[in-house]
T-cell receptor
């Protein structure tokens, strides 16, 4: 069963506008949630994380929102830039499993100039 | 953050053969993690490589298919044995950045295509 789901395989936005990437999860025992960005032929790179006890974390153009009651999180990128075009993975970290991040399927973001 | 070097970066392999992927980290780390990303899929943890002990495998992955070595605190290898086209994937080595958040740092990956 897929514990972390990204239901939108792709998203296209105009440069300067907001990009919103969504992620749903099923396990209420996850401690942290993380977003990674992946360019072709590169490994995933960490973007931002949020603790399960918070509802928002902001870092520059990136903000992650967590809605625990809905088991939903989202990554907002504003303003979006063409260099943001990549695959974005949502991941969840179980409290008891070091190194075991559970990833969603990814959403391909295209930011058009 | 750490510097992780993986070799090979990509390879094309014949069915039934085996390939060993190397992962070198520029600092000593207790645990190294091997992930797989099948085409169009999410990343899945294969196993955790501990220095001085056998690797710990996740459900669905076995040592005979994915033997792992961890001879020291900066190096690990993953072998994909008796490959079939279903093994065509990106294999990624990673190390822990933060125990509290679970953040991992990934190498650039090894893209294997099995014909």
């Amino acid at each position: 069963d897929q514990q972390v789901k990204q239901n939108s395989p792709s998203l296209s936005v105009q440069e300067g506008r907001i990009s919103i990437l969504n992620c749903d999860y099923t396990n209420s025992m996850f401690d942290y949630f993380l977003w990674y960005k992946k360019y072709p032929a590169e490994g995933p790179t960490f973007l931002i994380s949020i603790s399960s006890i918070k509802d928002k974390n902001e870092d520059g153009r990136f903000t992650v929102f967590l809605n625990k009651s809905a088991k939903h999180l989202s990554l907002h990128i504003v303003p979006s830039q063409p260099g943001d075009s990549a695959v974005y993975f949502c991941a969840a970290s179980p409290s008891s499993n070091t190194g075991k991040l559970i990833f969603g399927q990814g959403t391909t973001l295209q930011v058009k100039p | 953050s750490a510097v992780i070097s993986q070799k090979p970066s990509r390879d094309i392999c014949q069915r039934g053969t085996s390939l060993t992927i190397q992962c070198q980290v520029d600092s000593q780390v207790t645990m190294m993690f091997w992930y797989r990303q099948q085409p169009g899929q999410s990343l899945t943890l294969i196993a955790t490589a501990n220095q001085g002990s056998e690797a710990t495998y996740e459900s669905g992955f076995v040592i005979d298919k994915f033997p792992i070595s961890r001879p020291n605190l900066t190096f690990s290898t993953l072998t994909v044995s008796n490959m079939s086209p279903e093994d065509s994937s990106i294999y990624l080595c990673s190390v822990e950045v933060s125990r509290s958040t679970g953040e991992l740092f990934f190498g650039e990956g090894s893209r294997l295509t099995v014909l």
